[in-house]
């Protein structure tokens, strides 16, 4: 009956990830995802008789209570940072879970851990203490608290990781050998630890959303070992689809920036802005600066409209705003389209999210591969709050960090417009040319107010 529940839950969750590649069937996937866990966490407590049926509705309602409070309270633009958090929760999560029952065979005696057990918990607590301490400082890194956008580098920190990996590793083969809440647990435990803060600080920038990818995968690695130590089918076959399903995103997203997975992980993007910046040409850059009344008489005239959202537009909740633009030109006749980076914000599909959030036609986000082509037919392209994903350095400069990631072709378009606070570089720290090219005019402002403006500009004409 237990194993019955549980391929329930795995059917679910399979049907779950088919119907999430799709916006039309996402709302209902991530139902069918959530059932398929009910299923199988009452699978786990009450018919494997771990607790009675009360508590089991106790602890659902204290944990929808959580979840509601979080959905009600947690905005759209604190999504990427929930995420991160998310992530380290789980992997907490499954190395306390191995912890405890590395604990409880140390006070029983009359029970021992079999070898394939052993070696779980020994992956639970190396994979899921990585997975919390990096995700902690993901998640720092993302609200700018401590640690800023850019990457934290310093001399011979890939050989201290690698010698913390190392050390983990052989602190791993101790704890095999001697499965006791000892040193080596102890000591592995305290290096995965520093591990996970050491593989992460030195990632930033433009790479913060393969790190998401990253650390999911990781959590559902970490769920899966747990699974293992449990022998628990329904987290082993759950852990498994994430992991796989993160490391399969974290691909995407890194042939998304055309870098490789080793680039990402050693490459410290964004480290070396400064000393670019400072090598770059000297002397002051002119913009051409503009305001609600005259945009909104070029964004009148125009035939075609591109929309290139970017984090600025989720910090300044800025979409519904947008969506009022885009209704005002669309009432003119003017074709409007949204041209969506996959980088675009701090995690995948995050400018996905908050057009729908503003109830924007899935049918007018165009990827980037569709959309670049048209940028050069394009009347008049209007950049909100992008910086790194529009930057046509990385097609231009070979000397810029991110010379070789795919970018909108924005520039390609007859005119620029970029709504900005200021000319100061985005999150990874980079300088946009785009804002000194001659068909650009920069409208400074908040995203949101200037949205506005220019919407009530366009109904005064």
């Not at 069937?25 to 009450?46: D, P, R």
């Not at 309270?73 to 940072?81: K, L, N």
């Not at 993901?138 to 001399?155: D, V």
């Not at 990781?161 to 050998?177: D, G, H, I």
């Amino acid at each position: 009956m237990l194993n019955l529940l549980y391929l329930l839950a795995a059917v679910s969750f399979i049907f779950a990830l088919k119907m999430l590649s799709s916006p039309k069937t996402a709302v209902a996937g991530n139902l069918t995802g959530a059932v398929g866990m009910l299923v199988a966490i009452v699978a786990t407590l009450y018919a494997g008789g771990v607790v009675d049926f009360p508590t089991v509705l106790a602890g659902l309602a204290l944990g929808s209570l959580f979840g509601l409070l979080l959905a009600l309270f947690t905005p759209m633009t604190a999504m990427p940072e929930m995420v991160g958090l998310l992530n380290g929760f789980g992997g907490a999560a499954s190395a306390l879970v191995a912890s405890a029952e590395l604990v409880r065979v140390h006070h029983t005696p009359e029970e021992s851990l079999g070898m394939v057990a052993i070696i779980a918990i020994a992956l639970s607590l190396l994979i899921g203490w990585v997975t919390f301490t990096g995700s902690m400082v993901a998640f720092l890194r993302l609200r700018e608290w401590i640690l800023g956008g850019r990457p934290t580098l310093f001399p011979g920190q890939h050989w201290l990781n690698l010698a913390l990996f190392l050390a983990s590793v052989v602190a791993a083969v101790f704890l095999v050998q001697k499965p006791e809440v000892g040193t080596p647990f102890y000591v592995l435990s305290a290096l995965a630890a520093v591990l996970g803060v050491g593989l992460t600080i030195p990632i930033g920038g433009a790479d913060m959303p393969v790190v998401i990818c990253l650390l999911n995968s990781y959590s559902g690695m970490a769920a899966c070992t747990t699974g293992f130590v449990l022998n628990n089918n329904g987290l082993i076959i759950s852990g498994s689809l994430v992991g796989a399903s993160g490391i399969i995103l974290t691909n995407i997203m890194c042939k998304a920036m055309n870098r490789s997975f080793t680039n990402v992980l050693f490459g410290g993007f964004g480290a070396t802005v400064q000393e670019v910046a400072a090598a770059g040409p000297g002397g002051p850059k002119t913009v051409r600066r503009g305001d609600a009344e005259e945009a909104a008489m070029i964004l009148e005239s125009a035939r075609t409209v591109v929309i290139a959202p970017g984090y600025g537009m989720a910090v300044a909740q800025a979409q519904h705003a947008v969506k009022e633009l885009a209704d005002e030109l669309a009432k003119r006749g003017v074709d409007v389209k949204y041209a969506i980076h996959p980088v675009a914000g701090r995690m995948p599909g995050h400018m996905n999210v908050l057009l729908a959030e503003a109830q924007v036609p899935y049918e007018q986000l165009w990827e980037m591969d569709k959309i670049n082509p048209l940028f050069p037919e394009t009347d008049v392209v209007l950049v909100i709050g992008a910086n790194d994903v529009v930057n046509p350095a990385a097609r231009t400069d070979p000397s810029s960090p991110i010379y070789g990631m795919p970018i909108l072709d924005v520039d390609r378009a007859r005119t620029v417009m970029v709504i900005k606070r200021s000319l100061n570089p985005g999150f990874a720290g980079i300088d946009n040319p785009l804002y000194y090219l001659p068909n650009t005019m920069m409208l400074f402002g908040d995203a949101k107010k200037m949205a506005l403006e220019l919407a009530e500009a366009l109904r005064r004409l």
